[in-house]
């Protein structure tokens, strides 16, 4: 890159991220020929403003890479700039390598896009393990709210993707969607938070807001849906989840905890929560007297019981292991228990459900799942298997029963899940740990030893390091 | 449709199986069984399949007396199900030879029991998939007779009395007067007989999943007897049809002939990616094995797609295809009785009928064969009342 601060002698190659250094995000390194140094993004903006030097757009053409290493954004300090697409850069730049944030484009100055500190844990690989890490969010805009984070719930779609079991992750990554805390800034167009309110932030942060699905209140379906971490938002930034200190959202995809609503037990409601009640509103399991299959008694199996109980319908569970008959029964209040490998238990109940929610995201057959359907009966599938699900046509088609996929919920359902939970003392089940055993609480999620989620005390145990 | 199938993992079956089972294990136990030309008292002869080679030929049969409740029907056409070729070779494993297939028959009426007030000698009336069910479940009283549990079909099936049902490759048949359809004057008899089966098959669904709005965008997978139907269909509820099939040479037809707004050709991955999330739905109708994934994509937010074909293998559905816009998949099997009629009332004010060729029934084990290769254009209708002679 011909940066004109040592006319082209050096150049500027791209490295991967500094190891084990929290100070970093992501790195240069300028080889002089003599020295090697090192530069984190803020020094570098720093660099260039107190240099008072314009950075032309010309291509090094000793830097072979530099299209694919560098968004010309990345150096765009002066409005004179002309900037290529950031999609460009952003398609070009390749699954291990990050660039720089900088928050606007082209013409703003660095002054413009002050990003504010922030401070999380992050997985830098697909080992998953994470660790302290210091990064940035935006400054709070006219429509944002930010949120000091208290407590963030443990998504077992967090595990999936710090071990890149989805093939989507860009690294580093901070996850955690059931962010719960307490509004300390409100932009001036904001009206339905003011600071020291109680707000909550689920898996989506943005969408395009005028699309079908968007005007429709199904933000969830938008195509430019951006969810709360590992994604990129419409500035170009990625984002980051709330296993950190704060976080800075459009008020729209803010969530208001009603008072009296506890904050810990109530935050993984903001994905598992909403994933269960949007379809079993939808596909009307909440009317009073029907009976729904529950599969699965983990995070979003023992809500789904709890809402289907407040629903006033008739809940079975069906699980693999017969040691949460139990649990199921007595404490979360369903009505009835099978054991899905017990052929006959799981005859007796041939066609008596209206509708079944599967949470379960392990490889498993349905079809002895679809045998307990009543006729045009519905499975619903907010569990995520990997490997394909085996359907046999027949048990489909000889009862006209359907498969159906719900992917969490749109904002407008969200807030009233929330209200109704608050109403109806609908909370998960948690165990609350501190940031630091979030690995360890990991590999319990991976053995699905919770219950049923683990949350973690943000607030009291997430210091800088 | 014959009820059953393989599931090799998991022990599905219809309750109807272990009375079968029973009804052949007292076959084999030296109880004097009745020669199927003395089980009723009224003569009748057809065509049957005597073992899974599915080869049929002349059979002598009976049929029953006309109860109080039965219409008795001389049989003038029958259409040539895919499912009269599944059953007749047993690849269901349901299957009781010798058996006489056929499930969509039209005829005249030639006598009506005491009870009867809704038809008359001489009417012309059809027969479809069921001729029996308990009349009394919430199914039933909610007119899905086709979702009973005790559902009794027309052919290869045990019936109240214990005695197998015969279809309609015959020259006369008697059914409870419930389960028969009156046809309206202006529908040709021939050209109307593969509705029985093929059209409540497709309009039973179309009009339970809401995919019978103008305007809305319907995908037709596969262009044979129950595909080229659902384009008809499709057209007449005023909606924009796209054809989605793996062989690109029934563009033409689809569009020129059939009235398809679009064609699509599932192997083209350009085409297919084109049309991702532009349909409401979907009705699949193919029965061999292929890949769905990809047509679910085809669907938008909430779409549904509908299966009335039936795989034998099972389908392999990576679930994000479902999650990731929140569709559906859901089965159907043919119809109630009262849609039944509805579809047959709404295809004689459509002028909708089959695209059919007439054989006569020496042709049928040839048309047998031509069917499992799909080479008909694109249902046989079976010439009974002008070819079936008795042996």
């Not at chain 1, 649990?327 to 009505?335: F, K, S």
């Amino acid at each position: 890159m011909a940066t004109g601060l040592s006319g082209g002698k050096g150049h500027w190659t791209r490295r991967r991220q500094r190891p084990l250094d929290a100070a970093t995000v992501c790195v240069r390194e300028k080889v002089s020929g003599e020295s090697t140094q090192w530069w984190s993004h803020e020094e570098e903006w720093e660099r260039r403003r107190s240099s008072g030097r314009q950075l032309t757009s010309a291509p090094a053409r000793s830097m072979g890479r530099r299209k694919k290493d560098f968004p010309l954004k990345y150096f765009a300090c002066s409005p004179n700039l002309t900037v290529t697409s950031s999609n460009e850069a952003l398609a070009s730049a390749s699954k291990n390598e990050r660039y720089m944030e900088n928050g606007n484009i082209a013409a703003a100055s660095p002054e413009e896009v002050r990003r504010s500190p922030a401070f999380g844990w992050a997985a830098r690989d697909t080992s998953g393990v994470l660790s302290p890490f210091t990064f940035s969010r935006r400054k709070n805009g006219e429509n944002d709210v930010t949120i000091k984070i208290l407590y963030c719930g443990i998504c077992h779609s967090d595990l999936h993707s710090v071990k890149n079991e989805w093939q989507n992750s860009v690294y580093p990554i901070v996850p955690g969607h059931e962010i719960v805390g307490v509004v300390t800034e409100v932009g001036g167009k904001v009206d339905r938070f003011k600071v020291g309110d109680h707000a909550g932030v689920g898996c989506m942060v943005n969408s395009c807001r005028s699309c079908h699905e968007c005007t429709g209140h199904q933000e969830n379906y938008c195509p430019g849906m951006i969810l709360t971490y590992n994604s990129t938002d419409a500035d170009g930034t990625v984002t980051y989840g709330g296993y950190s200190d704060s976080v800075v959202v459009e008020e729209h995809f803010a969530v208001r905890f009603p008072a009296g609503m506890p904050l810990d037990r109530g935050a993984p409601l903001l994905c598992a929560g909403i994933t269960v009640y949007s379809p079993m509103k939808r596909f009307g399991f909440d009317v009073p007297g029907k009976h729904i299959g529950v599969v699965g008694l983990g995070g979003l199996g023992h809500v789904a019981v709890k809402f289907g109980k407040a629903f006033g319908a008739k809940v079975t569970v069906i699980s693999t292991s017969p040691s949460k008959r139990q649990e199921a029964v007595e404490r979360l209040g369903a009505d009835a228990f099978l054991v899905s490998k017990d052929p006959d238990e799981m005859k007796a109940a041939w066609g008596t459900m209206d509708g079944i929610i599967n949470t379960v995201s392990a490889a498993h057959e349905v079809t002895p799942l679809l045998s307990l359907l009543k006729t045009f009966g519905q499975m619903v599938m907010v569990g995520a298997p990997e490997k394909p699900l085996e359907i046999y046509a027949f048990p489909l088609l000889l009862g006209g029963k359907s498969i159906v996929g719900s992917a969490i919920g749109g904002m407008k359902e969200t807030q009233e899940m929330i209200d109704f939970a608050a109403e109806h003392n609908v909370t998960a089940d948690i165990e609350l740990i501190s940031m630091d055993y979030v690995n360890k609480a990991m590999e319990r999620v991976a053995k699905a030893d919770v219950r049923y989620r683990f949350v973690i005390d943000i607030g009291n145990t997430l210091s800088a390091a | 449709m014959a009820v059953g199938g393989s599931c090799s993992s998991h022990e599905y079956r219809s309750p109807h199986h272990s009375d079968r089972k029973k009804a052949m294990a007292e076959l084999g136990n030296g109880k004097k069984q009745a020669s199927p030309e003395e089980v009723h008292p009224r003569k009748a002869f057809g065509w049957a399949a005597r073992d899974k080679s599915g080869v049929l030929s002349p059979f002598a049969f009976s049929r029953r007396n006309t109860g109080a409740d039965d219409v008795t029907i001389k049989i003038l056409y029958c259409g040539i199900c895919h499912s009269d070729l599944h059953t007749a070779k047993n690849e269901w494993s349901n299957a009781i030879y010798p058996m006489v297939p056929g499930h969509e028959i039209v005829g005249v009426v030639t006598e009506v029991g005491q009870n009867v007030q809704n038809f008359k000698v001489g009417e012309k009336v059809g027969v479809g998939c069921i001729v029996n069910s308990c009349l009394s479940c919430q199914n039933c009283n909610r007119d899905y007779e086709n979702y009973c549990p005790r559902i009794i079909l027309t052919y290869n099936s045990l019936d109240v009395d214990g005695t197998m049902t015969y279809g309609g490759y015959s020259n006369m048949v008697v059914v409870n007067q419930h389960f028969v359809i009156r046809f309206p004057e202006n529908l040709p008899l021939d050209k109307g007989a593969p509705l029985l089966c093929a059209g409540i098959t497709v309009y039973s669904p179309l009009k339970e999943h809401g995919l019978d709005v103008p305007g809305k965008h319907l995908g037709v997978v596969g262009l044979g007897g129950l595909g080229h139907v659902a384009v008809k269909f499709g057209k007449a509820f005023g909606m924009k049809v796209t054809v989605i099939s793996t062989s690109a040479k029934k563009e033409k037809e689809a569009i020129e002939r059939l009235g398809a707004d679009a064609f699509l050709v599932s192997s083209n991955a350009e085409q297919m990616q084109a049309a991702m999330g532009t349909m409401d739905g979907i009705i699949n109708t193919v029965s061999a094995d292929h890949s769905i994934a990809p047509l679910a994509f085809l669907l938008k937010t909430h779409g549904k797609m509908i299966m009335v074909g039936a795989p034998e293998k099972p389908l392999q559905l990576p679930i994000f295809s479902l999650i990731l816009g929140g569709k559906t998949l859901a089965g159907s099997c043919i119809g109630g009785i009262k849609a039944t009629q509805e579809m047959i009332d709404f295809a004689a004010k459509n002028n909708i009928t089959a695209d059919i060729e007439l054989i006569p029934i020496s042709y049928l084990n040839e048309a047998m064969e031509r069917l499992t290769k799909a080479d008909v254009r694109y249902r046989f209708v079976i010439d009974i009342g002008n070819s079936l002679t008795e042996a």
